[in-house]
T-cell receptor, first 114, second 110 residues
Framework: DAMVIQNPRYQVTQFGKPVTLSCSQTLNHNVMYWYQQKSSQAPKLLFHYYDKDFNNEADTPDNFQSRRPNTSFCFLDIRSPGLGDAAMYLC?????????????FGQGTRLTVV | DAKTTQPNSMESNEEEPVHLPCNHSTISGTDYIHWYRQLPSQGPEYVIHGLTSNVNNRMASLAIAEDRKSSTLILHRATLRDAAVYYCILRNSNDYKLSFGAGTTVTVRA
C-alpha cells in the first residue's frame, strides 16, 4: 500500500496561473520534504518541514511556497508558474526520531506549464 | 552538505555483480552513508545505509572503507529491473536534510 501519496500524478497548468500540488502520508513521520526534478537531473531539495517548522533552501525561488496543515498533509504552491517550472515534483517523508533511517518518496507529480 | 562523487554511468551484464563506487572524502563522524535508486518515471527508493561497518540487506551490500572516505554499493546479481540511477548521499545524524548529488546511471544488458 502506498505510504506517501501525491496527487495528481500529472498536472497541466497555464503560464502564470497558481497551482497547488498535494502530498499525504500514512507513516506519521514528522519530517516532510519537497523536491523539484527536471529532466535528466537529480532531485533538488526545495524545502522541508520538521513538524511545523519550515526550512527553506537558500536558492528556492520565492514563487514556491508550502503549507503543512497537519502531520499527514503537505502542499506545494507555485504562485505564478513559468515555463521553467515544468518538472517532476517529489514529496518524501522521514522520521526525525531515527534521523539516520530511510526516507520514503511518493511517485511524484509531473507538472506541465502551457 | 558533505559532497559525494560518483561515476556518471556504469554498464553491467544481467546476472553479474555491479560495484558502484562513491567518494566522500569530507565525511564527518556523524554522517551516515545512504544509497537510493530511482527507476525510470518513479520516485527514489531507499536501498541501504551504513555508518562504519559493512551492511547487507535483501537488495544490496554496502562496503565502507576503513577511513570512511569511500564506499561501494554492491548489487550481487544484476537484473534488468536494477537499471536505474543510483545516488550516494551523506546524511548527518544531527540533521534531517536529504540532498542528492548527480548519481550513477546503471544500464543492465540482457
Amino acid at each position: 500500500d502506498a505510504m506517501v501519496i501525491q496527487n495528481p500524478r500529472y498536472q497541466v497548468t497555464q503560464f502564470g496561473k497558481p497551482v497547488t500540488l498535494s502530498c499525504s502520508q500514512t507513516l506519521n513521520h514528522n519530517v516532510m520534504y519537497w523536491y523539484q526534478q527536471k529532466s535528466s537531473q537529480a532531485p533538488k531539495l526545495l524545502f522541508h518541514y520538521y513538524d511545523k517548522d519550515f526550512n527553506n533552501e537558500a536558492d528556492t525561488p520565492d514563487n514556491f511556497q508550502s503549507r503543512r496543515p497537519n502531520t499527514s498533509f503537505c502542499f506545494l504552491d507555485i504562485r505564478s508558474p513559468g515555463l521553467g517550472d515544468a518538472a517532476m515534483y517529489l514529496c518524501a517523508t522521514s522520521n526525525r526520531k531515527f534521523s539516520a533511517t530511510e526516507a520514503f518518496f511518493g511517485q511524484g507529480t509531473r507538472l506541465t506549464v502551457v | 552538505d558533505a559532497k559525494t562523487t560518483q561515476p556518471n554511468s556504469m554498464e553491467s551484464n544481467e546476472e553479474e555483480p555491479v560495484h558502484l563506487p562513491c567518494n566522500h572524502s569530507t565525511i564527518s563522524g556523524t554522517d551516515y552513508i545512504h544509497w537510493y535508486r530511482q527507476l525510470p518515471s518513479q520516485g527514489p527508493e531507499y536501498v541501504i545505509h551504513g555508518l562504519t561497518s559493512n551492511v547487507n540487506n535483501r537488495m544490496a551490500s554496502l562496503a565502507i572503507a576503513e577511513d570512511r572516505k569511500s564506499s561501494t554499493l554492491i548489487l550481487h546479481r544484476a537484473t534488468l529491473r536494477d537499471a536505474a540511477v543510483y545516488y550516494c548521499i551523506l546524511r548527518n545524524s544531527n540533521d534531517y536534510k536529504l540532498s542528492f548529488g548527480a548519481g550513477t546511471t546503471v544500464t543492465v544488458r540482457a
